[in-house]
């Protein structure tokens, strides 16, 4: 079974829709990320959290909202869907580590789609 | 803001050859710098992680290397193969990961 884990990994929906994408991970990390990613840009940060209480905005949080439920899941929100949202979704996992070390491990991605 | 850019962004080379993907960063503060592969319709995996404090990292036929001073990074593929084909992402790690572009590579048989 895959440690990180997203659904649904395809969806299309309708501007102005509320969509919930989830995350769940078996790798007992504490912290998690929710990343997207457009043709022709890099990974960009939307929000992480570094444990259940701890929920941070990252460079484009604009528009989205995250729900840390329990350690293991991490759950994205677009309270109402633009076109300008459709893009790639990962979620990724690292463990907590005294040093700099922080492999960030990644899901399988969820493909949206706003029409 | 920290600033990541690969290059080429694409690169075909012919089964057996070596090649360098390049990565250079506007901000030398930074954590370490990770090397990912990213399939289609898959996620990304990690390759290689390289601290701050080291110059290079090496796993099988892959070498990568840091110059922290100059913003800049390579990622060696030694005798390529057609399973090597991917786009190949960097990512500096200071407060957050910041991510390149990705270099699209594809090894012909």
């Known amino acids: 079974d895959a440690d990180v884990t997203q659904t649904p990994r395809n969806r299309i929906t309708k501007t102005g829709k509320r969509i919930m994408l989830e995350c769940s991970q078996t790798?007992?990390?504490?912290?998690m990320y929710w990343y997207r990613q457009d043709p022709g840009l890099g990974l960009q940060l939307i929000y992480y959290s570094f444990d259940v209480k701890d929920i941070n905005k990252g460079e484009i949080s604009d528009g989205y909202s995250v729900s840390r439920q329990a350690q293991a899941k991490f759950s994205l929100s677009l309270e109402s869907a633009i076109p300008n949202q459709t893009a790639l979704y990962f979620c990724a996992t690292s463990d907590r580590t005294s040093g700099s070390i922080n492999t960030q491990y990644f899901g399988p991605g969820t493909r949206l789609t706003v029409l | 803001k920290q600033e990541v850019t690969q290059i080429p962004a694409a690169l075909s080379v012919p089964e057996g050859e070596n090649l360098v993907l390049n990565c250079s960063f506007t901000?030398?503060?930074?954590?370490?710098l990770q090397w990912f592969r990213q399939d289609p319709g898959k996620g990304l995996t990690s390759l290689l992680l390289?601290?701050?404090?080291?110059r290079e990292q090496t796993s099988g036929r892959l070498n990568a290397s840091l110059d922290k001073s100059s913003g800049r990074s390579t990622l060696y593929i030694a005798a390529s193969q057609p399973g090597d084909s991917a786009t190949y992402l960097c990512a500096v790690q200071a407060n957050n990961l910041f991510f390149g572009t990705g270099t699209r590579l594809t090894v012909i048989p």
């Open positions: 901000d030398s503060a930074i954590y370490n």
């Open positions: 390289i601290q701050s404090s080291q």
């Open positions: 790798k007992g990390h504490d912290r």
